[in-house]
């Protein structure tokens, strides 16, 4: 039976496993977990498009494609207890355009937020996260893909920090911080330059997950040196080499090197990162990652890093949020047990920010 407080109360367990086609046990086993996502990228339509986060959407015009995956009513009738939901920088901008861009991105997500602090509630500490839970509130943390949104003016970051848990420090373009993973960049790899070096300083000072998802290989180990050896490190979204090679995913000793500092993985649910296809692939493929995992550094350190809505096509059976219990029912198909799934879902996690941000 669930252990914590249902989102729907009134909803009947047997029915629920029935629509989706998943075993009461997988249900049970779902709701008896902190069910988190590390990287909910939903917002940036709100920004290009209007779209409403506070609407329940029917996953048209793309369904299971790049829009449409995730909104507030949706995460909350799937039961989903926390997010990172992000804030992505245009590195098209200026450095003071992206500055003054990330603080109007900012001010109108927590507005959005505090329409409905009942159902959805920012919150930054794990503390704040299990008050959220208990009252029944989906719990928001918000986080920045492209630590360039400070370069105009780094001391926005201060302004900013103690509502942040975490900042990737590149995306897919080369920024002032260093160099991208992705084979957009057609430069020389310089890593983790002196300026990103100070920003990781500038993260672990606040208390704020640097995030490795994005950087290039070279970069991430460099980043890794320059980092507080004391606070885990986070890569919010991505796939394992070992799992299925390409460019955005990580190698085994990328993931031992996360794993050392209590750090967390998590595994994205872009097809095309997870397996070969020319279209959507099944969610197998996400259990394959997690699977890898594990078996390369053990069942602390894997979670959930959808990308919802980030430009991503999802798995053909697991196209929205909606359809995430069927997740949990194929960990059960492999044997794995009620304390790995629910380290998976979002137990991990919540370990790594205590140690953060208890």
Known sequence: MPSRPLYHPERDRSSWAKDLGVSIDAIDAYLAS????LHIDSFIWTRIFDYDLHARHSGRPFPGWFMNQADFPRIREAEITGGIWSITTNPFRSPTGRTAAFSENFHELVAILERTPNLVRLVRTLGDYKRAKASGAHAVWIGVQGGNAFEGDPLLFESFCDSLVKVTLVHLL????????SPMNLKKDVGLTAAGAELV?????????VDLAHISRKGFFEAVEAH???????????????????????????????????GVIGVMYQSSFLGPTRGQIDLEAIVDHLAAIVNAVGDDFAALGSDWDGMIVGPKNMPTCLELPRLAQAMLNRGWTGERIGKI???NFLRALGMLRP
Not at 34 to 37: A, G, N, P, T
């Open 34 to 37: 902190d069910v988190i996502d």
């Open 174 to 181: 080369n920024s002032v911080y260093g160099t991208t993973s």
């Open 201 to 209: 300083g500038m993260l672990n000072a606040k208390r704020v997950f």
């Open 228 to 262: 507080d050896k004391s606070q885990p490190l986070l890569v919010s979204h991505t796939g394992v080499n070992s799992a299925y090679p390409h460019w955005r995913n990580l190698d085994d000793e990328q993931l031992r090197a996360v794993a050392d500092t209590g």
């Open 345 to 347: 879902l979002g137990g």
